[in-house]
């Protein structure tokens, strides 16, 4: 199965003269100012790093929610991991902002 979604996702590259891309903290643009109030400045590290890393031209989403998930446990523990996790994670908005990083910051070579 790893094999085939490589596959099916072709290789990627970062887009030549792209900006950086820039975290918004944990959730889309418009839940992000709310969800920062309820996650302390440790969970926003973890999410700001999430979002970093779905721009990342060779990793794949589930590779950056898992490390996201570690993140958030090594905080608060497996429970309150799990529900930031699915919260964040599963969604599809989470789909969405992944494929939309991918598709700015990368090119499919």
């Known amino acids: 199965m790893q094999n085939l979604r490589k596959f099916t996702l072709g290789t990627r590259q970062s887009k030549p003269n792209t900006t950086r891309a820039q975290p918004n903290g944990c959730g889309t643009e418009m839940l ?7 996650f302390d400045k440790k969970h926003i590290k ?3 790093a999430h979002d970093l890393c779905y721009s990342n031209c060779t990793m794949e989403k589930h590779v950056c929610d898992s490390k996201m998930k ?12 799990e529900f930031a996790y699915a919260v964040l994670r599963g969604t599809r908005i989470a789909c969405a902002a992944y494929l939309n990083s991918q598709n700015e910051f990368c090119n499919c070579i």
Do not use: V, Y
Request: hydrophobic share 45%.
């Open 46 to 48: 973890c999410c700001n």
């Open 32 to 38: 992000a100012p709310l969800l920062d109030l309820i």
């Open 70 to 81: 570690e993140c958030f446990s090594r905080i608060r523990g497996d429970i309150a991991a």
